[in-house]
């Protein structure tokens, strides 16, 4: 097995670009936390066979945890199921949440990577995202993190919108304001950095302040600019862009995001946690109040879907286009057979053309001027039965 996720889902406040489930009130953090230890013992069986390589932090916010409550749920996992020696154990963290204190006692923890939600490295950029940390904390926690953690992933986003001018100007300057953040970030000698296009949701903050005319709307171009630079910039300064929204130094790639993307089996642990065990996939209540009283009555509160052959073609599709390992083709004609194999070759022969993707050695990958779209090209490659 790839590893057990735990999805800690209280926030300070909303960020407004946010559709993740959290709540931000904490009054029922402290049972939360004995629900998620629950949990993590209600589903031992589930992976009897099965070694656990990875254990992720994610939300919500987990750094509003204390390090008692972290510890506490890392030796229930180790009190439950079998561990793998030296573990990647991720924490994702807030500036806001990381002071020289925390993070000293978060190094004294069997936490050996943090995951900081930085996203961008200007004051505008983090209020109009409604961020509860300013520019300052961002570089502070940073100076401080390095100096007891080797492994450190930040959060950058682009394609967001320059509020202070308009037209073609904006755009430039806005180019140049994405520079000196990916320039800001490479200061700090980071060997992990995840970037995301700002990506309007329907029922969040962003959705509104952009419908009554409060922010611009972001657009396409300007994301796709960004990312060039992006990979460009990355690549030049030695990382691996070994997904399409992740680029690690050598030895420094995800383990546990890796493992998802290569189909690896995992459980989700807490409130809209998601598990995988290569044939079915299942998903816990988005509801915090609803979670709780299921698992005190020892109820496990999740929905299961058994996915077709179909629909693993086509989550393989999606994940491999995004990564570096590309799809085997091989892998296609053993697993799912004739059928998806000559379809793929037939769908694809359009985007090869258009030289979006190439074939070498077998495996279909996109090309550089390709990677951008994969979303778009593998939902044109998705088999529907």
Not at 24 to 31: L, R
Not at 164 to 172: C, D, I, K, P
Not at 356 to 381: H, M, Q, R, V, Y
Request: proline share 3%; charged share 25%.
């Amino acid at each position: 097995m790839s590893g057990i996720y735990i999805h800690i889902p209280f926030c300070k406040q909303a960020c407004n670009y946010c559709d993740f489930h959290f709540s931000t009130s904490m009054k029922k953090k402290d049972e939360m936390v004995l629900a998620l230890a629950k949990e993590i013992q209600m589903r031992k069986n589930e992976s009897e066979n099965e070694v656990v390589e990875t254990i992720y932090f994610g939300g919500g916010t987990p750094s509003v945890l204390s390090s008692e409550q972290i510890n506490f749920l890392i030796a229930e996992i180790y009190n439950n199921y079998k561990v793998i020696d030296n573990p990647e154990i991720t924490l994702e963290a807030n500036p806001d949440d990381l002071s020289e204190e925390r993070i000293i006692e978060l190094s004294k923890s069997p936490i050996n990577r943090l995951s900081i939600g930085i996203q961008s490295f200007f004051e505008d950029d983090l209020k109009m995202m409604n961020r509860a940390h300013d520019a300052k904390e961002a570089k502070k926690c940073l100076e401080i993190a390095t100096k007891y953690f080797d492994n450190i992933s930040l959060d950058l986003i682009y394609g967001v919108p320059d509020s202070s001018q308009n037209g073609e100007q904006a755009q430039q300057m806005s180019n140049e304001k994405w520079k000196q953040n990916i320039e800001t970030a490479l200061s700090f000698g980071i060997p992990h950095i995840s970037s995301y296009a700002l990506t309007v949701e329907p029922k969040t903050a962003l959705n509104k302040l952009i419908q009554t005319g409060k922010i611009a709307e972001p657009k396409d171009e300007v994301a796709s600019a960004h990312f060039m630079i992006l990979v460009e910039t990355l690549e030049a300064n030695g990382f691996i862009h070994y997904e399409l929204s992740n680029f690690g130094k050598e030895n420094y790639f995800s383990k546990n995001n890796s493992a998802y993307w290569l189909g690896k089996k995992y459980i989700g642990i807490g409130p809209s946690a998601h598990s995988y065990d290569g044939i079915s996939r299942s998903w816990n209540i988005a509801n915090n109040p609803l979670y709780l009283k299921s698992i005190q009555e020892n109820q496990l509160p999740k929905e299961t879907e058994v996915l077709s052959v179909a629909d693993r073609y086509n989550e393989y599709i999606m994940t491999g286009l995004r990564t570096i390992w590309g799809v085997s083709l091989d892998r296609i004609q053993s697993e799912f057979g004739q059928i998806y194999f000559d379809y793929l070759l037939k769908q694809a022969q359009k985007f090869l053309a258009d030289e979006l993707l190439f074939i070498e050695n077998n495996i279909l990958k996109p090309t550089s001027k390709g990677k951008f779209l994969t979303d778009g090209i593998a939902s044109d490659l998705f088999y529907l039965s």
